[in-house]
């Protein structure tokens, strides 16, 4: 992180993704962005029981935060990741303490690396995948927050009308790949996640955009542990004192 010259202390972000996603036209295609320090008046955001209740406190928090000149709808999740670890950081500093199977750990959010990641055609957001079972060759993009947004909407439309809907996950797909079979059709995507995509199928694609998105790595070996484990961002990351 670096110092850069405003009435209020910042700092500029790395994104995981190094703007490579982006647009050349557009401000994220730098891979940077910068964020002022958490005051007293960002930090009524937490508190607000309405963004709260309506699950956008933390993208309300993030807009007050950033300085760059940027569409926020246009950051993808990973991207949005860091930018939560360093609003963290920003906010209340860089130790977090948590509990893991009864054992109380502190690590240093500042420590927290990007994941490595590269394209192949910079600028340019969407991938192939040939499904492992079925050999169906799909392409897909990397969801943005403006993709969130319309999901949740989606998703919450479905349970309105049931509400023992759970479909998710097979919403989220549906929004992720972009192409069957070259085919960009939304109707033949929809159709092809609903009637043709293997449940098989569909966990190995999820497992190959978890493995291959860019991101940061929000994963620590417990004492004890050789496996690494997910670290958990729970109501303590931002309300530490909960």
Known sequence: MENTTYDFPTEEI???SKGLVYPEDNALSSGKVTMK?????????LTNQSYIQNSTVLDKLFQKLIVSKINYNDLIVGD??????AARILGYGKDY????????YSIDLTTIDNKPFEVKNKGVNEFDYTLPSTGVNITYK???NSDEQKIKAEVDSLKKINKNDSSELSTRLKYTITSVNGDREVKTIREFVDKHLLARDSRE?????KETQPDIDLTFFPEGNSNRIDIPVGVRFFWPDF
């Open 14 to 16: 790395e994104l995981p």
């Open 37 to 45: 320090y958490m005051t007293a008046k960002e930090e009524d955001i």
């Open 80 to 85: 949005k990741n860091a930018i939560m670890v």
């Open 97 to 104: 303490t948590f509990d893991y199977n009864g054992i109380e």
């Open 142 to 144: 990397i969801l943005n």
């Open 205 to 209: 694609f999820r497992k190959h955009i």
